[in-house]
T-cell receptor
Framework: DTGVSQNPRHKITKRGQNVTFRCDPI?????LYWYRQTLGQGPEFLTY????????KSRLLSDRFSAERPKGSFSTLEIQRTEQGDSAMYLC??????????????FGPGTRLTVL | AQSVAQPEDQVNVAEGNPLTVKCTYS??????LFWYVQYPNRGLQFLLK??????LVKGSYGFEAEFNKSQTSFHLKKPSALVSDSALYFC??????????????FGRGTQLTVWP
């Protein structure tokens, strides 16, 4: 499968615990995005990387959230001291930097987080 | 500020009938517009995009969308609906200028149900 992959697909945790999600983008894609989707809402932008550089962060990304893309390939999103309000689907997407398809973001299946 | 509105939470159509899913947008620059579809427990799948050029854009699975600059709309259409088209549809917009070049702004989604 050459699409965007995310692991784990589901995560259940207790309030106060830390969680980390991984995203593997399509191999030649330079840009990587994280979004959060809650029930009944469209995805909301969290952050995006161009290669290993984190170029933009949403105000939704509180101090408890941190994202990395250390070698410009896979990315991790960590949430510290989880709260029940963090329960959501976390979506990763990737896109090319240039070329005819550079505007298209390809999404992974998401990681569904439930905080008890 | 950039935003997308999908005024209908649900659209119900009979199989074989034409369908329209509405979307209006607001951006400060020129819009890049997208439609995505989401099936249960799946990530978002790209359907089509408008960047520039012809106002009528054709995409996957027989879908098309019409860009109307004066009405700031980008409605999704299909001449003949299939039961398999039943899913959650999201409209999204990107601005072509400013500091938010990376992010997509999504609407809340429209649940399309096609009944046999």
């Amino acid at each position: 499968d050459t699409g965007v992959s995310q692991n784990p697909r589901h995560k259940i945790t207790k309030r106060g615990q830390n969680v980390t999600f991984r995203c593997d983008p399509i191999s030649e894609h330079n840009r990587l995005y994280w979004y959060r989707q809650t029930l009944g809402q469209g995805p909301e932008f969290l952050t995006y990387f161009q290669n290993e550089a984190q170029l933009e962060k949403s105000r939704l990304l509180s101090d408890r959230f941190s994202a990395e893309r250390p070698k410009g390939s896979f990315s991790t999103l960590e949430i510290q001291r989880t709260e029940q309000g963090d329960s959501a689907m976390y979506l990763c997407a990737s896109s090319l930097l240039r070329g005819p398809f550079y505007n298209e973001q390809f999404f992974g299946p998401g990681t569904r987080l439930t905080v008890l | 500020a950039q935003s997308v509105a999908q005024p209908e939470d649900q659209v119900n159509v009979a199989e074989g009938n034409p369908l329209t899913v509405k979307c209006t947008y607001s951006v400060s620059g020129n819009p890049y517009l997208f439609w995505y579809v989401q099936y249960p427990n799946r990530g978002l799948q790209f359907l089509l995009k408008y960047i520039t050029g012809d106002n009528l854009v054709k995409g996957s699975y027989g879908f098309e969308a019409e860009f109307n600059k004066s009405q700031t709309s980008f409605h999704l259409k299909k001449p003949s609906a299939l039961v398999s088209d039943s899913a959650l549809y999201f409209c999204a917009v990107r601005d072509d200028r400013g500091s938010t070049l990376g992010r997509l702004y999504f609407g809340r989604g429209t649940q399309l149900t096609v009944w046999p």
